[in-house]
């Protein structure tokens, strides 16, 4: 099973900030199958990033993906007041083991 | 547009049993890939199960296999997760997805194991 690992477990910082969040994987993540995940508050998770770097449906162009093998990032440019919420990375490229990492909070300071 | 509405969740007791179902509408359903996620109050994301699009090719995690079942009916646009034996540590917000990158999620059904 690959073991995601995310870092920072929460970050403090202010709206306008640029922030990146990583995520390493225990072993390499085939075809880049990686993605990332927004969750707010009582909301069920929403996809923002699949295949490493590919923005999914929506999802405003501040938030961009990168990585490939086992260290994975995600960017988000110029943080706005919506932003602050827990965001996961998910593997789905070791089948049956699909997993996700623990989550990193991202909080207003 | 897509949707996903789960239902079935609710308070049982250890040994207890519970079905939950997840209404698609808005795509294909045939076509996809379908999964429970779940959530445990305060922890993070959990893959419990997940079934191919035509129900031949299912898995479980660890901590389910033996005591729950994942079925769909594609004529119905349903998904289906049959809980047995459930225990304490199966309390949980259960979210039905679709595909391996899951997106839309439902918006979970609150599941709670305890005498």
């Known amino acids: 099973e690959i073991v995601l690992t995310q870092s920072p477990g929460t970050l403090s910082l202010s709206p306008g900030e640029r922030v990146t969040l990583s995520c390493r994987a225990s072993e390499t993540v085939s075809s880049n199958y990686l993605a990332w995940y927004q969750q707010k508050p009582g909301q069920a998770p929403r996809l923002l990033i699949y295949?490493?770097?590919s923005r999914a449906t929506g999802i405003p162009d501040r938030f961009s993906g990168s990585g490939s093998g086992t260290d994975f990032t995600l960017t988000i440019s110029r943080l706005e007041p919506e932003d602050f919420a827990v965001y996961y990375c998910q593997q789905y490229g070791s089948s049956p083991l699909y997993t996700f990492g623990q989550g990193t909070k991202l909080e207003i300071k | 547009q897509v949707q996903l509405v789960e239902s079935g969740g609710g308070l049982v007791k250890p040994g207890g049993s519970l079905r939950l179902s997840c209404a698609a509408s808005?795509?294909?359903?045939?076509?996809?890939?379908m999964s429970w996620i779940r959530q445990a109050p305060g922890k993070g994301l959990a893959w419990v199960s997940y079934i191919s699009s035509g129900g031949n090719i299912v898995y479980y995690a660890d901590s389910v296999k033996g005591r729950f079942t994942i079925s769909r009916d594609n004529t119905k646009n349903s998904l289906y997760l049959q809980m047995n034996s459930l225990r304490a540590e199966d309390t949980a917000v259960y979210y039905c997805a679709r595909g391996p990158s899951p997106d839309p999620w439902g918006q979970g059904t609150l599941v709670t194991v305890s005498s």
């Open positions: 295949g490493a770097s």
């Open positions: 808005g795509f294909t359903f045939s076509d996809y890939y």
